[in-house]
């Protein structure tokens, strides 16, 4: 990989993803590990690995998510507007991409740890299909939020919308399903989507809303940061 | 350069996932769980008391009152298994003719556990067993002290390659 890609990796996490960020992010995600302190009856299915890791921890996974993005994109993108370019010497796309890879990437390791964590808290052992299926549900869940998070650091440039909107969001999607009287909670839904397919319509609801919306809202913000801003 | 940065910042994760899981340990040290189990086995016949659950290692007091004289088994999940296929089960535990007594032992891991009484008398017993489970899971104990041990030394050594780095 190219040493500057790699530097500009390196100042995205000193930047961003601070080592006492991060670590405290994962402090307060195990303390809030939901699982009984006692006895748990039989053998731990998918759907009880993701009551353990959902609720309140996934809020907090969420918000942690889109301040550091929000910070990543949003007041980076400030700051090059009033300085009227970017002090790093690589093409913007590389720098969208590089962004977006430090982020997704630790999103993704650390759900799966936690993940891994928490199924071996609750049963004593790791179990691999159901980890992987919890984790990919949760990063599916995350990714809606990251990408509101990105777009409207982007294009609005603003950080109180970028925070909130995400965060109204999820609180309106909560809303959605008490509305509808499911007792699925959003990654419920996700976690059946991805687990038995397309049925229903909330399933599809879900699918637009948590696959093509954030992609579609990747592409525009990646199209906007390196087409439209004129930075250099 | 980024060995160094990488080591200290690989440090400072793996510190605060130490408090983490220390935190977490003593949380879940606090609390106590009981449980009672009320069974009535015939002669010669040997019954779990308990489905298979997930148990923590940790200390467990367990009551026992009966009417007659049983052994208590505690089987992991293999043993459950070659109970449930009528083979004779090899058990973690197993406490001989009791009459009701306490017994205080440590469950050895975190797993599926089961609990089984046998009755090796002709006539049939009655009983109940209060189980209380307390104090620290020692897996996770042992968990919390190797990743602040670990966090600590990856730590020292990030910034002992930078002081080298900086005043070569």
Excluded at chain 1, 12 to 19: L, N, S
Excluded at chain 1, 92 to 98: D, G
Excluded at chain 1, 99 to 110: A, C, E, N, P, Y
Excluded at chain 2, 152 to 166: E, F, N, P, Q, S
Aim: net charge neutral; glycine share 8%; aromatic share 12%.
């Amino acid at each position: 990989m190219d040493r500057s890609i790699v530097e500009l990796m390196r100042f995205e996490f000193e930047r961003f993803w601070t080592a006492k960020y991060l670590g405290f992010m994962i402090l307060l995600l195990i303390l809030f590990i939901n699982i009984p302190a006692t006895i748990l009856p039989g053998a731990i299915s998918t759907s009880d690995l993701m009551s353990f890791t959902g609720g309140f921890r996934s809020l907090l996974v969420y918000l942690f998510v889109t301040i550091a993005l929000t910070n990543s994109f949003c007041n980076d993108v400030k700051q090059s507007v009033m300085m009227d370019e970017f002090t790093n010497p690589v093409r913007k796309s590389a720098i969208f991409i590089s962004k977006l890879l430090v982020s997704f990437l630790i999103i993704i390791l650390m759900n799966l740890l936690l993940i891994a964590f928490s199924s071996w808290l609750a049963s004593g052992s790791l179990l691999l299909s159901s980890i992987l299926l919890v984790t990919l549900v949760q990063t599916i869940v995350s990714m809606l939020f990251a990408a509101l998070a990105i777009f409207m650091g982007i294009v609005v440039q603003s950080t109180i919308a970028s925070i909130l909107t995400p965060l109204s969001i999820y609180f309106l999607e909560g809303y959605f399903m008490l509305f509808l009287g499911l007792n699925y909670s959003v990654e419920g839904v996700i976690l059946h989507l991805v687990s038995a397919g397309l049925d229903g319509m909330v399933a599809l609801f879900a699918a637009i809303i948590h696959v093509s919306l954030p992609i579609a809202l990747l592409v525009f913000s990646f199209l906007f940061f390196t087409e439209v801003l004129e930075l250099d | 350069m980024i060995r160094n940065w990488g080591l200290r910042y690989g440090g400072t994760v793996v510190l605060f996932i130490g408090i983490g899981f220390f935190l977490l340990t003593v949380m879940r040290g606090l609390s106590t769980y009981t449980s009672t189990y009320g069974f009535v086995l015939p002669g010669n016949v040997m019954l779990p008391i308990t489905p298979l659950m997930s148990w923590p290692p940790r200390d467990c007091r367990m009551w026992l009152r009966v009417n007659g004289t049983v052994d208590v088994l505690i089987l992991d999940e293999s043993g459950h298994l070659s109970f449930l296929n009528g083979e004779e089960p090899y058990p973690l535990m197993e406490y001989r003719n009791l009459k009701g007594n306490v017994l205080v032992f440590k469950i050895p891991i975190r797993g599926q556990l089961c609990l089984l009484v046998r009755n090796r008398g002709e006539k049939a017993v009655e009983g109940e067993v209060v189980i209380t489970l307390s104090g620290l899971e020692s897996d996770l104990v042992f968990l919390s002290l190797l990743t602040l041990i670990a966090g600590v030394v990856l730590w020292i050594m990030g910034y002992l390659a930078w002081r080298k780095t900086v005043n070569p």
